[in-house]
């Protein structure tokens, strides 16, 4: 692994309209290979140890805070920020613009778990702006993924789903009442919403020994990820269903490799697999040992995908 304490040389807010201003930063070499770090959540902020899978020598390398986190404004703990304005097609609109204003002609992405839905719908849009794609838990937020993750999974949980239901007051639709509680005027409320959902999603992630991720979030960093996250799973992220993987043809001639936990239980390996088998130029590897959130394994696999980009080495044409 490489420093995750390099500084960045450059950053700003850039306006993208509707009133939102994205934080961006460039760290690394001015005359490297561009690459952008697409992070996940939706709404988790960008992160700078994603930095040490980068060699800083030969990339330059960007992060970003997608609209209503980070230090991205309005922040979408803020109950007046406008969520209406807060959409997939918003955030591809954003990158692209980004690489605009940043003067890059391509770049690589990289990014996992909801970075992985944003990078195959920008991908698709603009693949002549795309050099390589490496995704570590791979998600194309189809609402039977989504399901699967509030609803289905709740049988290997019966006792933690219990409750996150019933922060949900029982309610048929999960998402979309959380969805509600988040834009409720009391504060207490949307606190207690957040709470409930986090708590839920460490859950998911019991297994995988890693601590309580989510429930570690606080204040307004918890009430902005998950009004952002239950706003995009309630909404199917405005995708029609299937259709990063019904397009995946479109990433012709992008080398891609997909990294994915065999244990992963929020996001089951099947999707992965669906991906690598509809995107030509896509390599998959399956990490045995490894969940959601991956491991060393995984952490190696990254490196090593970028370090061979990065000399411009192409990826092997392993199919699964």
Known sequence: MYSDGTAPYDQGLLDVGDGNRIHWEVSGNPEGRAALVVHGGPG???????????????????????????RSTP?????????????TAHLVADMERLREHLG??????????????????????????????????????????????????????????ERFRAGAGGAADLVGAYAALMNHPDRAVREKAAADWCAWEDAVLSGEGRGTPYTDRVDDTRLGFVRICSHYFAHGAWLEEGAL????????????????????M???????????RAWPDAELHVVETAGHLGGKETGELVLAALDRFAVGIPAARAKP
């Open 75 to 87: 922040h979408a703990s803020d109950p007046a920020a406008d969520m209406g304005v807060n959409t």
């Open 104 to 161: 890059i002609d391509r770049w690589l992405l990289y990014g996992g778990s909801w970075g992985s839905t944003l990078i195959l719908a920008y991908a698709e849009a603009y693949p002549e702006r795309v050099t390589e794609i490496v995704i570590a838990a791979v998600t194309t937020t189809r609402r039977s993924e989504t399901a699967w993750l509030y609803e289905g999974v709740g049988r290997f949980f019966p006792e933690a789903h």
């Open 245 to 264: 993987i019904r397009d995946a043809h479109r990433l012709a001639g992008i080398p891609g490799v997909l990294i994915h936990g065999r244990l992963d």
């Open 266 to 276: 929020g996001g089951p390996l099947g999707t992965a697999w669906e991906l690598a």
């Open 44 to 70: 988790s902020g960008s992160s700078p140890r994603n930095r040490r899978f980068f060699d800083p020598e030969a990339y330059r390398l960007v992060l970003f805070d997608q609209r209503g986190c980070g």
